[in-house]
Every structure is written in C-alpha cells, then in structure tokens.
C-alpha cells in the first residue's frame, strides 16, 4: 500500500517562499514520472509540474521561474520549491504519479498566500 504524505504548507504573504516536501514510502526510486498537483477552493484538482527519474521536468506556464520540483532520492522525497507566491497559487497541494492514481492522493498541504 502506498502512503504519500505533503507537508511544508503554511501561510504566507505574497512575495514569500515555502519548500513543500512529499514523503513517498519508498516508492520514488521505482516509479518514473512523480508530479504535484493542486486544487483551490472550488474548482478542480489540477496539475502543476512533473519530474522523470531521470531528471526532466515540466512545469505549467503560471508556475514557470517560480517553482522548482526536484526528488531526495536518499530521503525518498518528492519536494515542491515555491517563489514569489501570489495569491492565485492558494490551493492544496498533493503529490501522486504522473498521470495520478486515484488510490495514491494523500490529505495534501495546504497553501494560502495573502495579498
């Protein structure tokens, strides 16, 4: 059974910076593709960037110079490096496969950026 947990999500203002992190039990040194998603209030779970384990990524256009998707293969993490936040990244962010398995969404990590 594989358990994701996301962490590092908080509260910050707009401008300001979080690390989130995706522990992955274990997982990570055998699957190709990892991604993070997000879903803000009221709308649909969406994807923001992926990373192959042989280090390509892909980031969408709104995300692009802001964020850094990158794995600890030695601490067996998938983590979420977030600059200049604006209010529109509030959302709560989860980590799965690429193209996600339903049976993989953890509780996600919450992130709120103030204007």
């Known amino acids: 059974q594989v358990r994701l947990v996301e962490s590092g999500g908080g509260l910050v203002q707009a401008g300001g910076s979080l690390r989130l992190s995706c522990a992955a039990s274990g997982i990570l040194s055998s699957v190709n593709t990892m991604a993070w998603y997000r879903q803000a209030p009221g709308k649909q779970r969406d994807f923001v960037a992926r990373l192959t384990r042989s280090g390509n990524t892909f980031y969408i256009e709104s995300v692009k110079g802001r964020f850094t998707i990158s794995r600890d293969n030695a601490k067996n993490t998938l983590n979420l490096e977030m600059n200049s936040l604006k209010p529109e990244d509030t959302a709560v962010y989860y980590c799965?496969?690429?193209?996600?398995?339903?049976?993989?969404w953890g509780q996600g990590t919450q992130v709120t950026v103030s204007s």
């Open positions: 799965n496969l690429y193209p996600p398995l339903n049976s993989w």
